[in-house]
Every structure is written in structure tokens, then in C-alpha cells.
């Protein structure tokens, strides 16, 4: 058992009492001049011995209660052997050399919960072989998922969290499972105040939601940005699912794409999607923002938008040669479902087959489909993208498959990769034929992650 960990009389505590995190430890230190701290410290190669910065606010480097003198603060732990603390000795002595010796003494400290860092309180509270290490935080708001031996523990947990973490006012457990269309999540409270509404920023972007009421995932600002970033001015971005904004938000400011069109079913996230365009001082009529089914929108809202603008540009005399030619970009992030959006695309444009025939310039379709790849059993990497390429071509039912690219997002959990599947959909396959419509497939639940438990990384 380490010296620098908080009493074990905390073990298996479930209500945070922090006058049991109390302990007094003996640090082992030299006193020095305080002049002679700076080049001490940048000339003997101290760092791995000294007291480190994990007992915060103690320090390497302390005032000692005679006037002008400074402790050196050494970690016991470290400096436990009598030749060790001789040769540290003689090397900071060989530094000052003023004729004095160097004197080891001690200091007695008294460590309260505020030295302990998180995941030391946990190590302590939690039963030998339990251990909780990671959560997400979205403004305020630290969310944290737990596995089933843990939950006895989420209250101090979140205590612990809320005492700790900065910003944090409010802690929550979020369902293992996202049963809802609009995936937000269902929330419990486990410490602080009753509050989701919350900001974060994301590629310099403010982003402003009710947590408990809107998707959100701070892990997608990558992907995000990846395809933000694949626009140009001249792109026409339609986001199908567009929740508060987090692709046509940074798309619109950094890229200035020629037209953008944002939905989302529910319609608080239209809402919050609304207040962030402001937010961000985008003027509203760059993005046209509506509150609808995803099938629906793509048949009727883009099928109209597209052949209004192609024909606006077949009928206009400007030419340039240097301007980037236009290309579509349909975006749809909803992994546990989108695929069955796919369909729709197939005689969105019958309507327009006449009006079709006189536009010159037909601009390509890009798709950018989200979806899970999840197997039942262990199999190799490359089945995941396999999979995901077969699920996009079973509901494209076209004689070859659309699919042009699989990016691969993130692992989710053992066995569950999320993929953006690129498709690039054909003029053929617009004006082909409606497929007769398909029964409504159900949602799928969805597991939010794996068990904090199995993972060790601190998100803080
Ligand atoms: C996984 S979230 C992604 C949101 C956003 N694109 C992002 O990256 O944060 C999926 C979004 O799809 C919306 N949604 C669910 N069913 C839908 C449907 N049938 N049509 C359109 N949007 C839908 C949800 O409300 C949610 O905002």
C-alpha cells in the first residue's frame, strides 16, 4: 500500500465524507537558499524524486519558516534508501557548495480530500479490483456511464466528480441503452443542479443545447470537421439529420458552400439549431432549417431544391471557367437507422424527368451514410467494413453498388464500428422506378458505450 494514497478507512465508502480523507504523511526535505531553488532545480536532474504535482496544491518547492530558505520536497516513496538520499545530497551540494552541509529533515504535512487527485479517491473508495476511471463532459455537465459493480458507488462518484472537476455543476448517469428516435439520451441526476442547458464549443463554434433533450457527442468533432471539410463554395450541403448543427455550423462559416439546407425530426434540436446560427452570428438566411421526416425530406425538400438550382444555373448566361463545378452533398448521421433512408434517393427525381432532359450541367450526388457495423462473434478487422458496404447495397438494391468509400468513425464497443459510408448515387438510379415502400423498420435500442470499468483513460 503506497504512503501517498488516502486512508483506507475510506474503502467502500458510498456517502463522501471528506474529513475521512485526512491523513498526515512525513515528506522527506532539504532545506535550501531560495536563491539557489532555480539553478538547484535546472541543474540536478530532481524531477523523478521530488513530490511531483499530484497532491496539488503541494509542490516541489515550499517556503520554509525561516526568512529567505525554501524546502526541496522529495516523494518518501522515492528517496526511501539511505545511499539514494546520500548521492541526491552530495549532487546538490556539488551545485551550491556555500560550506554547509546538506541536511535531510522531515516535514510533516497533513493531506485533506482536496490534495488527492480522482482517480486516487477512486482507487481508495472502490472495493480491490473495482476500478472507475472515465466519464464525458459537455459544458457543465459530466455524464458517466457505469458498469454493474460500480453502480452501488455512483453517488460518491458523482460527488466526488462534482467536488473535483472544473466547470462541473451537474452530474448525471446516462442510460446504457438510447431507446428514443431523437437519441438523446435519458438522464438520472446523481449530484448538483437540476440544469441541462449547457454550451460547449466545437471547431471554434459555440454550441448551446438542452443536454437531456438533443443529441450530442463531443467523441464526433473529428468527424465533424473531416467532413466539413470536404466542401467548397460551390457545394450544395443538405444535412438529413442535422441535430444542433455540428456539421452545417462549422461547413457554412469555413467553407461558405453555395446552398445549405439543416433537419432534424425533433424538433428541439431545430430548435437549439436555431439559437447556435445566431450564436455564432451566421445570418439566418444561410441555412434553410426544417423539422421533418429524413425520407421525406430527401423526396420532396431536396428532390425540389436540386432541380431549382440546376435550372437556375442551366438558364443563367454568367460562365466562369475558374469556378469550381457544384456537387451535392447529402449528410445523414443517424447510424442506427439511416441506411433504411437510402431507398428514398431512388425516384426522388422521376417527378423531373422532363425538366431534367433541358438542364445541361447535372452536378453529382454524394451520400454520406452513417451506420453501425455490429457482429455476434469475433471476426477479422476488414468483416466490419465488408459489412458495412453490404448493408448500404441491400437497401440501394441497384445491379452494382453505389458505395465509393467507407470511412471508419470510431469503436464503439467490442464488436460495433460505426461507419460513414460514401455512395455515389447515379442520375439512372434517381429517375429509376420507387421501390414499393418498405414496412417501417423498428429503431433499433442502442448501446451508448462500453462499461466505464473497461476502459482507463481520464477524459480530464
Ligand atoms: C446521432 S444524432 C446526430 C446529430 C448530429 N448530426 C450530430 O452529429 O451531432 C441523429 C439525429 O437524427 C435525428 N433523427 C432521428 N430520426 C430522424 C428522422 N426520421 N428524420 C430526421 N432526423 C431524425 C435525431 O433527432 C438526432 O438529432
Known amino acids: 500500500m503506497s504512503l501517498l494514497q488516502p486512508p483506507e478507512a475510506v474503502r467502500g465508502m458510498t456517502k463522501l465524507d471528506k474529513e475521512a480523507f485526512r491523513l498526515t504523511v512525513d515528506l522527506p526535505v532539504i532545506e535550501i537558499e531560495a536563491s539557489d531553488v532555480g539553478s538547484v532545480t535546472r541543474r540536478v536532474r530532481l524531477e523523478s524524486f521530488l513530490i511531483g504535482h499530484k497532491l496539488r496544491p503541494l509542490k516541489n518547492t515550499m517556503d520554509s519558516e525561516k526568512e529567505g530558505k525554501k524546502y526541496l520536497v522529495f516523494n518518501p516513496e522515492k528517496v526511501e534508501k539511505n545511499d539514494l538520499k546520500e548521492k541526491i545530497g ?65 453517488h460518491i462518484i458523482a460527488e466526488v466528480l462534482l467536488n473535483k472537476v472544473k466547470n462541473c455543476k451537474t452530474v448525471v448517469q446516462k442510460g446504457n441503452i438510447i431507446t428514443n428516435v431523437y437519441r438523446n439520451l435519458d438522464l438520472e441526476l446523481l449530484a448538483g443542479e437540476e440544469n441541462y442547458e449547457t454550451e460547449i464549443k466545437e471547431s471554434g463554434l459555440r454550441f448551446k443545447m438542452d443536454f437531456s433533450k438533443v443529441y450530442w457527442n463531443s467523441r464526433l468533432s473529428h468527424e465533424h470537421e473531416r467532413v466539413a471539410g470536404l466542401f467548397n463554395n460551390q457545394s450544395i450541403v ?20 453555395r ?28 441555412i434553410e432549417i426544417h423539422n421533418m421526416d429524413a425520407k421525406q425530406f430527401i423526396k420532396e425538400n431536396i428532390a425540389n431544391d436540386v432541380i431549382r438550382l440546376m435550372k437556375e444555373e442551366s438558364g443563367s448566361e454568367d460562365f466562369d471557367e475558374n469556378k469550381l463545378e457544384s456537387e451535392i ?58 459489412e458495412a458496404r453490404r448493408m448500404c447495397d441491400e437497401k440501394t438494391k441497384w445491379d452494382k453498388s453505389l458505395v465509393v468509400n467507407c470511412h471508419n468513425v470510431r469503436t464503439v464497443s467490442s464488436r460495433k464500428e460505426m461507419f460513414c459510408v460514401q455512395l455515389e448515387i447515379p442520375y439512372e438510379f434517381l429517375l429509376a422506378e420507387p421501390l414499393p415502400e418498405e414496412p417501417e423498420v423498428p429503431f433499433e435500442p442502442e448501446e451508448v458505450e462500453e462499461p466505464s470499468c473497461k476502459k482507463m483513460k481520464m477524459d480530464n
Open 238 to 257: 443538405y444535412d438529413a439529420c442535422c441535430g444542433i448543427g455540428p456539421f452545417v455550423l462549422p461547413a457554412t462559416l469555413k467553407k461558405k458552400p
Open 329 to 386: 452533398h447529402v449528410v445523414m448521421n443517424l447510424p442506427a437507422y439511416a441506411v433504411n433512408f437510402l431507398p428514398a434517393f431512388r425516384g426522388a427525381l422521376k417527378k423531373f424527368e422532363t425538366e431534367l432532359k433541358e438542364i445541361n450541367k447535372k452536378w453529382k450526388w454524394n451520400v454520406y451514410c452513417y451506420l453501425f457495423a455490429k457482429s455476434q462473434v469475433d471476426v477479422p478487422d476488414e468483416w466490419y467494413e465488408e
Open 90 to 154: 552530495a549532487l546538490i551540494k556539488r551545485e551550491i557548495d556555500d560550506g554547509q552541509p546538506i541536511n535531510w529533515t522531515t516535514l510533516s504535512k497533513e493531506l485533506t480530500f482536496d490534495n488527492w487527485d480522482t482517480k486516487s479517491i477512486f482507487k481508495a473508495i472502490l472495493p480491490v479490483g473495482i476500478e472507475y476511471s472515465s466519464y464525458t463532459q459537455t459544458g457543465h455537465i459530466i455524464h458517466c456511464n457505469f458498469a454493474d459493480e460500480v453502480l452501488p458507488f455512483r
Open 259 to 286: 446552398r445549405v439546407m439543416a433537419n432534424d425530426l425533433n424538433p428541439e434540436s431545430v430548435k437549439w439549431l436555431k439559437v447556435n446560427v445566431a450564436l455564432n452570428k451566421i445570418k439566418d438566411d444561410r
